[in-house]
């Protein structure tokens, strides 16, 4: 089976340009995330859904993010403008809704996006 | 307050013997759920092994077990036999009642020698 999938894999862009990075999660998940990786502040969750609606955002940085699910299979993830400051590892991830049958909420990672602004 | 505290930046270790990572974790919550992710140089998060608060043995997997120690709010990775593909970041995480997220911590990053 598929895991998570997310493109682009690298993304190098200019200040002030616009960044979409994209999700696919595992097909029947019903859960989706997105995580940012830093060296200075590590994994911290962005925003979350459940069955493709956004239930907490408070992790979004700024006005210059969004993050949509128009589908159970597809997710976006856009900065704009971006800044050098936005410049780390995005990871998408998916599970299934904890108690679910036997269930732990195990979350599943995509390979992550490696976002660098010069 | 920090809910997940890895104490230790690095551990090295030498193949074949087993190490301990350190995690310890604050809620009032009685119902959570621990969780150790490994993280190779490669990137990719990998789960490795979970344990549910209510669970009265401590999880294995392999060669992964997990010490639980309820009352210290600890939940330490211990890794036998270790082995060189075992050298990664490894990041220990928590989910609490009612929610779907991962709180994770900064991790631990482990270097096993030959």
């Known amino acids: 089976d598929a895991g998570v999938i997310q493109s682009p894999r690298h993304e190098v862009t200019e200040m002030g340009q616009e960044v979409t990075l994209r999700c696919k999660p595992i097909?029947?998940?019903?859960?989706l995330f997105w995580y940012r990786q830093t060296m200075m502040r590590g994994l911290e969750l962005l925003i979350y859904f459940n069955n493709n609606v956004p239930i907490d955002d408070s992790g979004m940085p700024e006005d210059r993010f969004s993050a949509k699910m128009p589908n159970a299979s597809f997710s976006t993830l856009k900065i704009q403008p971006s800044e050098p400051r936005d410049s780390a590892v995005y990871f998408c991830?998916?599970?299934?809704?904890?108690?679910?049958?036997?269930?732990?909420?195990?979350?599943?990672f995509g390979e992550g996006s490696r976002l660098t602004v010069l | 307050a920090q809910k997940i505290t890895q104490t230790q930046p690095g551990m090295f270790v030498q193949e074949k013997e087993a190490v301990t990572l350190d995690c310890t974790y604050d809620?009032?919550?009685?119902?959570?759920?621990l969780f150790w992710y490994k993280q190779p140089s490669s990137g990719e998060m990998i789960f490795l092994i979970y344990?549910?608060?209510?669970?009265?043995q401590n999880a294995t997997e392999g060669r992964y077990s997990l010490n639980f120690q309820k009352a210290r709010k600890s939940a330490n990775l211990v890794i036998s036999a270790s082995q060189l593909g075992d050298s990664a970041m490894y990041f220990c995480a928590m989910r609490e009642l009612g929610y779907s997220t991962l709180t994770f911590g900064k991790g631990t990053m482990l270097l096993v020698s030959p």
């Open positions: 344990q549910g608060s209510y669970d009265e």
């Open positions: 097909s029947g998940h019903n859960s």
């Open positions: 991830a998916s599970s299934l809704r904890p108690g679910q049958g036997t269930n732990t909420g195990e979350l599943f």
């Open positions: 809620t009032s919550d009685q119902s959570y759920g």
